[in-house]
């Protein structure tokens, strides 16, 4: 034992003098206490900076007022501060204190005061005000601090300016009726998302709503798209030109498109998938048929003729006519296709070849009766709609016209109420892939205006119906059993 504590005292001494060596000599420096400041400064709200409790006047201004539990935050240079300052009273003028720390602070120093969070953060909103006033008010000032007396701060009196501008979005369709969105998306050129980030901005209600309040960065002579969610439906609306300043509240009443309205007018088009697919329309009308691959130069198909189309993946052939009918002497017109192609655009192009955006009357029987019949190959476009928008119908004026397209998934939209025998006797036969159809009619009573019309389609689907319809039967020759109806 007297051998080793001699040794241990030796190793000791050692370490004493290596520590010793790699400090200098000198004793390690104890960390410097962050400074802790009391900051106080007077705020007011300027015209165009509004706070907690937003509510809209009868002019059309905003109003808002601190509230003592606002959180307003600092900043200097680039480093925001430990804590924060809160308003002493409610009111559009108030004194803010509150302690902070984690920066040294002089007199000329400019400090930032950002309401209500350090980040500005656009997304996540529900469109309401009240959720608008709480997390998405963003409003700021710079403070030059006058005095610093130990630990208490003073500042000049600042006034606060809002970050982004708020619009109340009243959504309506082209006719009027209100839109209830379950989802707005909002976008332009220049709109922040977050701080440095721009794109676009979605809205969600925690309901559908046809009103929306959103907060948006301020954009200048820029194009803003909405477009709104309604189930499965889409409504858009565009317009150039558009600004919102910050600070300032718009209330705006757009009136939407649905997505079928903007491809109104898109005449009737068939898109192939692959290459060399051949497309062939055989015209049976008493009138000629013309088809393009440019909307600019149109080739004709004369009454009694067929024409074979050779065309690549990707590139579109489009069809246009002035035809009451294509089943005029109990013949069709067939268009056929040699490889899967998209079909999609206004069948009305063929009755009309200009001004068919706004055609809505069939004026002949069998106006379309057979025109797709046993076409396995045309399929439905993801992003993009077959219209058949009269509402005006004949007797079998759709008539077996899709029955053997096995391709097919989703049926044009049916919009007319009012039906007329055999009008769609047999329109979607043998389309065992077809999941979705939309149609609108209240009241089946003609003649075999619905016979077989939906025989053999998918085991599955969607139906949507009209409201005000409630004697839909069930089977073959209306709603398919197990499909869901909306």
């Excluded at 005292?9 to 410097?32: H, I, N, Y």
């Excluded at 009243?170 to 701080?195: E, F, P, V, W, Y």
Aim: proline share 5%; charged share 15%.
């Amino acid at each position: 034992m007297g051998i080793v504590r001699p040794l241990m005292q030796a190793s000791l001494l050692l370490a004493v003098m290596l520590f010793s060596a790699c400090t200098g000599g000198k004793d390690p420096e104890p960390p410097v206490p962050t400074k802790t400041y009391t900051l106080t400064v007077r705020a007011d709200k300027g015209s165009d900076a509004e706070t907690r409790a937003l509510s809209i006047d009868d002019g059309g201004k905003m109003i808002g007022e601190w509230a003592t539990t606002d959180h307003i935050y600092v900043k200097k240079g680039n480093t925001w501060c430990t804590g924060y300052i809160q308003p002493q009273y409610a009111g559009t003028s108030t004194t803010l204190s509150g302690t902070i720390s984690g920066v040294e602070i002089a007199v000329k120093d400019q400090l930032l005061l950002q309401f209500p969070r350090q980040t500005i953060d656009y997304t996540g909103q529900d469109g309401t005000l009240q959720t608008i006033a709480e997390s998405y008010d963003y409003s700021s000032a710079t403070a030059t601090v006058t005095s610093v007396d130990g630990g208490q701060v003073s500042a000049d009196a600042v006034t606060f300016s809002n970050q982004q501008a708020i619009v109340k979005f009243n959504l309506r369709t082209t006719s009027g009726t209100a839109i209830q969105a379950s989802s707005l998306k909002i976008a332009a050129a220049g709109l922040k998302t977050s701080d440095g980030a721009t794109g676009e901005l979605t809205i969600t209600p925690a309901s559908p709503t046809a009103e929306i309040y959103a907060a948006l960065s301020g954009i200048s002579n820029a194009t803003l798209t909405l477009t709104a969610t309604v189930g499965s439906e889409t409504y858009r609306y565009e317009r150039a030109g558009v600004t919102f300043a910050n600070g300032i509240y718009y209330p705006l009443t757009v009136k939407m498109k649905s997505h079928e309205e903007e491809q109104l007018g898109q005449p009737l088009t068939l898109e192939p998938t692959e290459d060399d697919t051949q497309i062939t329309f055989i015209n049976k009308a008493e009138g000629p048929v013309e088809f393009s691959r440019n909307l600019t130069n149109w080739v004709q198909i004369g009454s009694g003729e067929s024409r074979n189309i050779t065309v690549d993946a990707g590139q579109q052939v489009y069809f246009r006519g002035n035809n009451a009918t294509y089943y005029p002497d109990s013949e069709p017109s067939l268009i056929s296709c040699t490889a899967p192609c998209y079909v999609y655009g206004n069948v009305m192009s063929l009755v009309s070849a200009t001004g068919y955006e706004t055609l809505a009357t069939l004026t002949e029987p069998n106006t379309f009766r057979r025109l797709f019949e046993d076409n396995a190959n045309i399929i439905s476009h993801p992003q993009k709609s077959l219209l058949l928008p009269a509402t005006t119908l004949q007797p079998s004026c759709y008539r077996n016209m899709f029955s053997g397209c096995t391709s097919l998934t989703v049926a044009p939209t049916l919009p007319a109420t009012a039906l007329r025998a055999n009008c769609y006797q047999a329109m979607f036969e043998g389309c065992s892939a077809l999941a979705r159809v939309k149609c609108l009619a209240t009241n089946l009573s003609p003649t075999d205006c619905t016979t077989n019309w939906l025989s053999n389609v998918s085991a599955t689907g969607v139906f949507i119906k009209n409201a005000a319809m409630t004697s839909w039967p069930k089977g073959d020759s209306g709603i398919p059993y197990d499909w869901q109806v909306e």
